[in-house]
């Protein structure tokens, strides 16, 4: 049985959201239903959906029990079974492993992020951010960004202090992973993970 997993699902609409938050856990369900928009009630309803699918296809039968950490991490109080969530509306990602692990989505497009070359020249060092801002590389400051947010998922530390110091990149190489789709990046950063379809988790 394949312990490590990640999954991409893309949000089309047409699915029955009801349906698939009445088998989420109630700790998932109660969180959804605090969305305060449409679109984030799907993002978490969906990414939920993910997960919880996910860890049962890796073997966990427990009672789908979350606590936080300090910085607000959901971990599962059972079992020995790491997770992580992601979303960015279609698209919502999920990842599962046997150790811990961080995964982000991001979609790509521009106008979501009106102004992201000034927030690369300021935000992430002269290394990386001037040179994308100036070359107009939006797909390398997104794979940039997820990497760092994954990084930070992986080992519950602050994002910001990745962003404008490039030193963990070395010590987190052996960690990461990124691949572009159509319209969005991932990354995750944990072992080796298998993809899987996510059809299984959300219909």
């Not at 312990?3 to 998932?28: A, F, K, W």
Request: with cysteine; aromatic share 12%; glycine share 6%.
């Amino acid at each position: 049985m394949t312990r490590n997993l990640y999954c991409v699902y893309e949000i089309t609409g047409v699915e029955d959201r009801n349906h698939i938050m009445s088998r989420l856990s109630n700790p998932r369900r109660l969180y959804a239903e605090t969305a305060k928009s449409e679109i984030l009630l799907s993002e978490r309803v969906f990414s939920s959906a993910l997960v919880e699918g996910l860890l049962r296809k890796a073997g966990y039968k427990g009672s789908y029990d979350y606590s936080f950490s300090e910085r607000g991490k959901p971990y599962l109080t059972d079992g020995d079974l790491y997770f992580s969530i992601s979303h960015s509306y279609p698209f919502v990602a999920a990842a599962v492993s046997e150790k811990p692990v961080g995964i982000d989505i991001e979609k790509m497009d521009e106008s979501r992020r009106k102004g992201w070359k000034e927030i690369a020249q300021s935000r992430y060092g002269s290394k990386h951010g001037k040179a994308w801002a100036e070359l107009g590389d939006f797909a390398a400051f997104l794979s940039y960004f997820t990497r760092a947010e994954a990084y930070s998922k992986m080992n519950d530390i602050p994002l910001a202090g990745l962003l404008t110091d490039d030193s963990w990149e070395d010590e987190a190489e052996k960690f990461l992973d990124s691949s572009i789709g159509p319209s969005y990046i991932v990354s995750f950063s944990g072992v080796a993970l298998k993809e899987c379809s996510p059809q299984a988790f959300v219909t």
